[in-house]
């Protein structure tokens, strides 16, 4: 069944690859935008941080949908190459005095090749195996930029300027995640809608078939690597600065599993519904951790431990409810309700 407008059609390749099509999806989008960057203007400042915190989760999570959801690599090490890129731009702006416009690039390309490293296992190596190699990229790292960087107690970053413009405040910085985050999903949208894309869906579907149409495996496994890598590196060089400080409390493994989960409830495979997953869950999360203390005075006889654990509980239920009943994500739900309304009222 197509999934466009009635009276829309595809005469051309240029038509078929084109991300907007008609005259209201052009509306709808320019007033997203709008709306998007006007948001500070009227909401409070608990919610600018949250914004924030939900735009560099869109950004680290699309590279690994790309990664997951279009190329199948199985991976759950994406917080530990956000680390990789927040201590890339943090030692790079503190000890040789790089701006942070030219480090955001740079912590990209550092977590792409330091993703293609553990992308190598991915020629022969699948599924839950691995889940495991990326998994030792989580400790690996972690180990490294411990011990060897000796950056374990963090690093100090200044806030970026540009001008006269100091960028200190949730507003200020507020601009830049959005503006980044608008770009990156495009630039994702683009991949997946490109040879490339295609590439990484037929490797997705059955490696060895493509194998067969000729397709260079190895290639293209270490590409959705790098792009995966490279996201994540930009996100965690954002999530540092706005921290003003680089520190591996901030990319737990932990952290990883959310990504990963964020991309089931959005959906694996889809740019949209990543975004749609992020917004779910960081706003999940962002309600429990404003209910649990709550909790505790309505209910003492809980114990602290289960207090604090009530954010993980129900996060895990959430996936788990998601894994059972809704496995296509929300961006599935989402393709349900446009064609039902386009094709209202003869549904049958």
């Known amino acids: 069944m197509s999934t466009l407008p009635s009276g829309t059609y595809n005469t051309t390749y240029g038509e078929d690859m084109a991300i907007v099509r008609t005259r209201l999806q052009w509306v709808l989008l320019i007033g997203f935008i709008v709306l998007l960057l006007t948001l500070p203007l009227f909401i409070a400042p608990r919610y600018i941080y949250l914004a924030i915190f ?67 296992p991915s020629l022969r190596i699948k599924g839950l195996y691995l889940a495991l ?16 960087l000796k950056a374990g107690s963090g690093v100090a970053i200044r806030p970026p300027t540009l001008g006269g413009i100091t960028f200190n405040t949730d507003r200020s910085f507020y601009y830049i995640v959005i503006v980044i985050a608008i770009i990156f999903t495009f630039f994702a949208k683009s991949i997946v809608r490109s040879n490339v894309g295609r590439a990484f869906i037929a490797i997705r579907d059955n490696d060895i078939a493509a194998e067969v149409m000729g397709i260079n495996i190895f290639r293209y496994k270490l590409l959705a690597f790098f792009i995966g890598c490279f996201f994540a590196g930009v996100a965690g060089c954002l999530w540092a600065t706005y921290s003003g400080l680089a520190t591996m409390d901030s990319y737990s493994l932990t952290e990883s599993i959310w990504l990963l989960g964020m991309c089931v409830i959005g959906g694996l495979g889809s740019v949209s519904g990543t975004i749609m997953g992020v917004v779910a869950f960081r706003g999940i999360q962002y309600l429990v951790q404003q209910l649990s203390p709550d909790l505790g005075i309505a209910f003492p006889s809980l114990s602290s431990n289960i207090v604090s654990a009530f954010n993980i509980l129900i996060l895990g239920l959430v996936i788990l409810l998601f894994l059972m009943f809704e496995p296509r994500g929300l961006a599935h739900r989402w393709e349900i309700v446009k064609t039902a309304y386009r094709m209202h009222p003869w549904s049958y």
């Open 54 to 120: 939900m735009g560099v989760g869109v950004i680290a999570a699309l590279g690994l949908n790309i990664l997951t959801g279009y190329c199948g690599q199985i991976s759950i090490g994406q917080s530990v190459f956000m680390a990789v890129g927040a201590f890339s731009a943090g030692l790079l702006m503190s000890k040789t005095g790089v701006p942070f416009w030219a480090t955001i690039p740079i912590s990209g390309i550092v977590a792409g090749l330091s993703g293609l490293v553990f992308g190598i």
């Open 133 to 148: 190699a990326t998994l030792a990229a989580q400790f690996i790292i972690a180990f490294f930029i411990t011990n060897v």
